[in-house]
């Protein structure tokens, strides 16, 4: 009995020494956030090659699973054991998931490269003659009005300014640079030998991962029994495929949905002879990887070029890409995703704004599963605590309640 006590007095002076040092840890991070951010910063710098091998074992252990298991499936009637059948299995699934990553990489760069430095130097070159049609398009509307027309062609003097600024300052230099970068990289001389490190390292790594991924799983699951009670250990494996259906069904999906996009706008732009139909494309197909914001995001630079071809073009584009913003929200979107994350969506809209906000563009992609995860162990948490309590955790029964009898435990509504 006495040992009971002593065991109860022990879990909970560790239970406020974790509380107490996770409190300090938030304040910690909450003062010194710039050093944080800066050790976060150099610590992800220093494992990228990591990093990257580990997002790409990621999107390909589908690849490399259906290979596997569908060579050790053929060699059943082989005579082979089931060891060599999986040794055989594991090599002819590396092949091929390195084969795809290669195939995919290249192809896109050989596609895409050239022609999106054709298009951009084409808008350079054409840019003085589009400000100039743009300049007579708003003159001829605003004729009539001759206050307003002052008043919006001082800014848009102004925005034309700053930007044959910034076009003559950075966008021509850098285009030099970027020419020679993928004329380096065709010649076969690197000009980053620490990006090229970092993508060759990745690879291996890769590689590693797919192949031992079962390993490194069987030894967390052995460590994670070990360590803890066998109920938090089975909780933790629980909500670990939970995490592994959030971001692979979300982010695999939301890639797919994008390639999708991306080659619906390319055939459709082309049909209506838009300008810059790759260029748009590739914009918009990448920028929709961005769930809510996506769409919009990738139509204002677009919009824009096509502006200076053409305004009237630019009107028809416009109501494309609301056209096709609802297409992918309302059918294209749910078919592929289905309800992976089970947010709302002001839930979506606020991941995206906080995990934008503190990580930039990787963040507004990997924003609404990761927030998806807090979301739902949240919620798990305060089910619990109202168990504890011997309270209802129904949601309907808290719309109309007033207060809970403390004796009784009795709901009273307004």
């Known amino acids: 009995m006495k040992n009971k006590k002593y065991q109860t007095y022990i879990y909970w002076g560790v239970t406020a020494f974790v509380v107490l040092a996770l409190l300090i840890a938030l304040i910690f991070t909450i003062i010194e956030m710039e050093k944080v951010k800066q050790a976060f910063d150099m610590f992800f710098h220093i494992l990228a090659p990591i990093t990257y091998g580990a997002v790409l074992a990621y999107l390909l252990a589908p690849i490399y699973n259906r290979v596997r298991f569908g060579v050790i499936s053929l060699g059943k009637n082989s005579g082979l054991s089931l060891k060599r059948r999986e040794a055989l299995g594991g090599f002819a699934a590396t092949l091929v998931s390195v084969a795809v990553l290669i195939a995919v990489v290249v192809g896109l760069t050989a596609m895409l490269i050239p022609q999106l430095i054709n298009s951009v130097r084409g808008i350079i070159e054409a840019l003085p003659a589009g400000i100039n049609n743009l300049q007579q398009w708003l003159e001829k509307i605003l004729e009539d009005n001759a206050d307003l027309e002052a008043t919006v062609m001082q800014y848009y003097d102004m925005g034309v300014t700053q930007l044959q600024v910034w076009v003559t300052n950075e966008v021509l230099p850098n285009m030099d640079k970027v020419y020679n970068f993928i004329s380096g990289l065709s010649s076969g001389v690197f000009t980053v030998l ?54 692979g069904g979300f982010i695999i999906g939301k890639l797919v949905d994008s390639l999708i996009i991306g080659i619906l706008c390319f055939v459709l732009l082309n049909f209506m002879r838009m300008p810059y139909v790759l260029l748009v494309s590739v914009i918009v197909g990448v920028t929709n990887v961005i769930p809510f914001f996506g769409p919009f995001i990738g139509a204002v630079p677009s919009a824009f070029l096509i502006l200076l071809v053409s305004p009237v073009k630019c009107f028809w584009f416009l109501g494309f890409i609301l056209l096709l913003q609802q297409f992918d929200g309302n059918i294209l979107g749910p078919k592929i995703l289905g309800d992976s994350t089970g947010l709302s969506s002001f839930w979506v809209l606020f991941s995206i704004l906080l995990f934008g906000g503190l990580f930039g563009f990787v963040g507004m992609i990997i924003g609404v599963p990761t927030f998806a995860v807090f979301y739902k162990l949240l919620k798990e948490l305060i089910v619990w605590l109202l168990e504890r309590k011997k309270l209802s955790a129904d949601l309907e029964q808290y719309g109309r309640l007033d207060y809970i009898d403390e004796e009784s435990k009795t709901y009273i509504e307004k």
């Open 194 to 247: 620490n990006i090229v490190k970092n993508i060759l390292i990745g690879m291996i790594v890769m590689v590693y991962l797919l192949n031992m991924k079962e390993k490194l799983m069987t030894q967390a699951k052995m460590i994670l029994y070990g360590v803890f009670p066998l109920r938090i250990a089975n909780k933790v494996l629980e909500e670990g495929r939970y995490v592994h259906q959030v971001f």
